[in-house]
């Protein structure tokens, strides 16, 4: 669930989303789900306005939808494949709604068209790469109504979309309250500690380079920047993100500059897995920000919904509060 | 090295330098090795100043720019000199044995048996670390060279062709497989994405020591049959009648580059065109005697491999280029004007 969805066009996209997100009701608003069968309303995502069932009952998820939608409540019937890093940083219960669904595949790509047919979907709720959704648009909307996001579509924009397309409101509403109540905690208690701080956010991935890091400027440091207002380092306009430039060891020592370092760990406060080499180096620990305590690791379970970012939150929360006042 | 250039004076004659010509021209790569050696622990992606290099080396302390030579840049450059050197004979000695000048080492399924092997590990067994898959690495270079070596065997002993087709069927199938498996696994295919690129970067010295051993064995092994390799050259039944054991010379000369092979892809994943042009590289300055075109190998292929990961660490600043990706396209042009330039690279 780490969708690298780009700082670059973001805000566009949220302000394109929210506005373009049409529900146009056809039938009551009762709220039983017999009066609401069979009346459909029009959704527009990143494949046009799809009119989908105001009560999808028979919902499948393709690509990074699945574990966002079940994070808001929804019960897929059938999904594809989530890496096993991922599911084991979800709760149980959604765990289990997540191994109840049929697997229809090791991705997007893969998807087995055939027994997607057999479950005979009312919905099918997809996000993975633009590239690859051409080739198969035809064949999943001959299946059932597909709405449709690219990676590049902001994180909100998405939940908000993919709620209202699964019928999910009600969970994504609680959600969002809970979401601003810490964004607006962690402003009033650090907001004139962090004012005058220059952070680095760091990560390396499973699939890096050996020798080599990141300066990642997208998934959850954008909500510490742009929800919570802390100074990261980002890309030049127009320029591609920082995290897409790996970094060998050797440039560890230019992070003197920065105040604070935030890097990624587990749920236990442990480095992750791939960043551990990097902790391990000698310019790390001689880094004034580590030596000085003012290395803070955050654990960031995904940031393409709401119930991983509020984990994010309670952490970014707990580390900041481990910050000794500048001198 | 001009002085070295072979010249043709007529049809079917080719002059080739004297002994000590030749030891002239090996000071000269020695001394140009040691330039390299140090332009690659001062010349990185971070500006540091000389004195700090020096100090690094000699007066070491605990100043982060010290740490960025003694830790990252000094490492690289001794896992440059050792991949280079074993990756320059391991070419010599299977374009010597093969009697074919466009062999590498991986033709004898050494890339395809390390990379199985590394997808084996990281998909199947869950390895992730570098310091954990560079051993399947090496056990797979070894055991598909071995497989070869027994499949291209026949009662005759062992044929050069029947071995090369044994080793491209063998390394068929391997990549087939290897293919599917991290088609099923994106970990494995994430791991082996980094570690085909073949780079020097991020391997820690201690795990390169262990393989130290394995090239010394190796080493002695390929100096002991460059003179049989040179008899072997006129054919089997000269070699035979001036008394080369060839079946010996030839399991001798297999294990010796595939240590050296199975070694250096182990530690820096699969580098092309090293093995393969550093060898015309050296026939070419010294003419068709093995011994002295290993000697040249161990020394050139460094001067390559270093020079190329000096020029990958700097053309794409602040990023680095990993050093296979930088020695396919210095070196393909390179063999390329050689191969054009004279005839003395052919066998």
């Known amino acids: 669930m780490t969708t690298t969805s780009r700082r670059s066009g973001s805000a566009t996209a949220a302000m394109f989303l929210s506005a373009a997100l049409v529900l146009t009701a056809c039938g009551s608003d009762g709220g039983d789900a017999d009066d609401k069968a069979g009346e459909t309303h029009s959704v527009t995502a990143d494949n ?93 909307e001959s299946i059932a109504p597909t709405v449709f996001w690219g990676l590049g579509t902001e994180w909100k924009a998405f939940a908000d979309g993919l709620a209202r397309a699964g019928d999910v409101t009600d969970e994504l509403g609680e959600q969002k309250a809970e979401f601003e109540s810490k964004v607006t905690g962690i402003q009033e ?47 030049a306009e127009g320029q591609d993100p920082l995290g897409w430039t790996s970094l060998p060891f050797e440039q560890l020592a230019e992070l003197s500059e920065y105040d604070v370092i935030t890097y990624p760990v587990d749920a236990e406060g442990r480095p992750t897995e791939p960043f551990a080499p990097v902790v391990e180096t000698n310019t790390w620990k001689a880094l004034p920000a580590v030596s000085s305590g003012r290395a803070l690791g955050v654990f960031c379970p995904g940031n393409n919904s709401y119930g991983p970012v509020l984990q994010y939150l309670d952490s970014l929360d707990a580390a900041l509060a481990t910050l000794p006042a500048k001198e | 090295m001009t002085a070295l250039v072979l010249r043709h004076d007529g049809p079917g004659t080719v002059t080739v ?3 000590r010509r030749r030891l002239i021209g090996l000071v000269v790569a020695l001394a140009a090795l ?65 009697r074919n000048p466009l062999a590498d080492p991986g033709i004898l ?65 391997l990549g087939g497989a290897r293919e599917a498996l991290q088609l099923t696994d994106p970990d494995a295919f994430d ?35 460059s003179g049989p390799l040179n008899a ?27 240590l050296l092979a199975g ?35 161990v020394l050139l292929a460094p001067i390559l491999l270093l020079a190329s990961d000096i020029l990958g660490r700097v053309v794409m600043h602040p990023s680095e280029i990993p050093v296979g990706v930088v020695t396919a396209f210095v070196g393909a042009p390179v063999l390329i004007v050689l191969v054009r330039r004279t005839k003395a690279s052919g066998l």
């Open chain 1, 48 to 140: 046009g306005t799809i009119e989908v069932p105001v009560d999808p009952q028979r919902v499948v998820t393709i690509g990074n939808t699945t574990l966002p939608f079940i994070d808001m409540g929804g019960e897929p019937m059938g999904v594809t494949d989530v890496s096993a890093s991922e599911l084991g940083l979800i709760p149980e219960e959604q765990k289990a709604t997540f191994e109840a669904a049929t697997n229809l595949g090791a991705s997007a790509d893969q998807v087995d068209m055939e027994q997607l047919a057999g479950l005979e979907p009312d919905l099918i709720l997809a996000q993975f790469p633009e590239s690859e959704f051409e080739p198969l648009e035809k064949r999943l």
């Open chain 1, 189 to 235: 208690t650090y907001g004139e500690i962090i004012d005058d701080i220059s952070f680095v956010n760091l990560d390396r991935w499973a699939s890096s380079d050996p020798g080599t890091y990141s300066i990642a400027d997208f998934g959850c440091v954008e909500i510490a920047q742009d929800d919570i207002g802390m100074d990261f380092p980002e890309a």
């Open chain 2, 17 to 19: 330098p004297g002994p």
């Open chain 2, 34 to 98: 040691l330039v390299l050696l140090a332009l690659s622990v001062m010349i990185g992606s971070t500006a540091i100043a000389p004195s700090v290099v020096w100090d690094a080396l000699f007066h070491p302390s605990d100043d982060i720019d010290q740490f960025a030579i003694r830790d990252y840049r000094l490492p690289r450059t001794v896992v440059g000199l050792v991949v280079g050197a074993a990756l320059g004979l391991s070419g010599a000695l299977i374009q010597a044995l093969t």
């Open chain 2, 109 to 173: 399924g050494v890339h395809a048996g390390a990379s199985f092997a590394v997808t084996v590990a990281v998909g199947v067994l869950g390895v992730r670390d570098i310091g954990g898959y560079m051993w399947f690495a090496f056990a797979g270079a070894l055991v598909v060279t071995i497989t070869v070596l027994g499949l291209g065997s026949t009662r005759r002993g062992q044929s050069p062709v029947v071995l090369v087709l044994a080793g491209v069927c063998v390394g068929a199938v």
């Open chain 2, 191 to 225: 791991a082996l994405r980094s570690w085909n690129a073949g780079s020097v970067v991020g391997r820690p010295l201690d795990l390169v020591w262990p393989i130290l051993p394995f090239f010394a064995v190796a080493l002695v092994l390929a100096f002991a049959v």
């Open chain 2, 232 to 258: 072997m050259a006129l054919g089997d039944e000269l070699a035979l009648a001036q008394g080369v054991r060839l079946v010996r010379t030839r399991v001798f000369a297999i294990v010796a580059l595939t």
């Open chain 2, 263 to 297: 070694g250096a892809t182990a530690i820096a994943g699969p580098i092309g065109f090293v093995g393969l042009m550093i060898p015309h590289v050296a026939r070419w300055i010294v003419g068709p005697h093995q011994r002295w075109i290993f000697a040249y190998s």
